[in-house]
């Protein structure tokens, strides 16, 4: 569908639309996801996707969800270069849009997606789990020091406490209030931002989207860009950077020690991660 970043030297006549596939997981800089997106892996190709000549720049989505500092940051750049560049953004969501997805997505002058595509998912989640009665089963002693009396707030290894709990609850407050601020701000005009349904962190399929106005449309990039520009338009993929070697090197250099200890811990929390990963996607069916 999209052919690969073609040089100024080389372009012809024929008009060509520049796109960027933002895909995975948001948030990798800790190492927990693979192919995490976050603003350092993708300010580059965007910094690319922006200098194209023409006035229309497109973004496709396909992701989960994630970190919400990374997805704002990413949104923000998006906005930024656009304002900058004086571009209009059209973004089309794959097979999901939702949370941190959905977030970039608002980046979008305009959203188009699939009737099959999932959007929404306008809310704030953390999960993990209680280990406090399997290490007391299996006779297990934990020693921790601190210093700060909160500084051990919600360990899942300690049982939970009622304050801990009311003080992660408004931080996602806050979190989601400013979600839900940016979601009205960007959709003004084709959402009811008085529909409370649309910010309790449900999630919908593309044509119940753009009845609610979360996306503008049904259709695909190539015809989008048919319409607007004529048969001959061209897509020009622009590449995401790739991993390093060095950088893979070091991502992987736990499973590669001859330390036990080391080794264990590496896989372990490798496979920790392609779990959380998996959930991720699992949330929306895929």
């Not at 051990?152 to 300690?158: G, I, K, Q, T």
Request: with cysteine; aromatic share 8%; proline share 4%.
């Amino acid at each position: 569908m999209f052919r690969r970043y073609l040089p100024k030297s080389l372009r012809s006549k024929t008009p060509h639309v520049p796109v960027l596939r933002l895909t995975g997981v948001i948030g990798g800089e800790n190492g927990r996801f693979s192919r995490g997106l976050t603003l350092a892996a993708a300010a580059g190709p965007l910094k690319k996707l922006f200098s194209f000549d023409g006035p229309v720049v497109a973004i496709s989505i396909n992701s989960p969800g994630g970190s919400p500092v990374q997805s704002r940051l990413i949104h923000d750049r998006i906005r930024k270069l656009a304002a900058e560049k004086e571009k209009e953004v059209v973004v089309f969501v794959e097979d999901v849009g939702a949370s941190g997805g959905y977030m970039l997505a608002c980046a979008g002058d305009e959203i188009l997606c699939d009737e099959s595509s999932i959007l929404g998912s306008i809310g704030v989640i953390s999960a993990g789990f209680g280990l406090d009665r399997v290490i007391e089963r299996w006779g297990i002693e934990r020693r921790v020091y601190t210093a700060g009396e909160k500084k051990l707030a919600l360990d899942p290894f300690s049982p939970e406490k009622s304050d801990d709990i009311k003080r992660l609850k408004a931080i996602q407050k806050d979190i989601h209030d400013g979600f839900v601020g940016l979601v009205k701000t960007r959709r003004e005009g084709r959402i009811d931002p008085e529909n409370a349904s649309l910010f309790t962190g449900e999630f919908w399929a593309g044509g119940k989207a753009v009845e609610l106005g979360l996306a503008d449309r049904i259709e695909n990039l190539d015809q989008a860009m048919k319409d607007r520009f004529g048969d001959k338009v061209k897509l020009v993929g622009i590449p995401m950077q790739k991993r390093g070697f060095f950088s893979l090197f070091r991502s992987q250099s736990s499973l590669l020690s001859t330390d036990p200890s080391v080794l264990a811990d590496g896989l372990v929390d490798g496979l920790l991660s392609r779990v959380e990963e998996r959930v991720h996607w699992q949330r929306f069916g895929l």
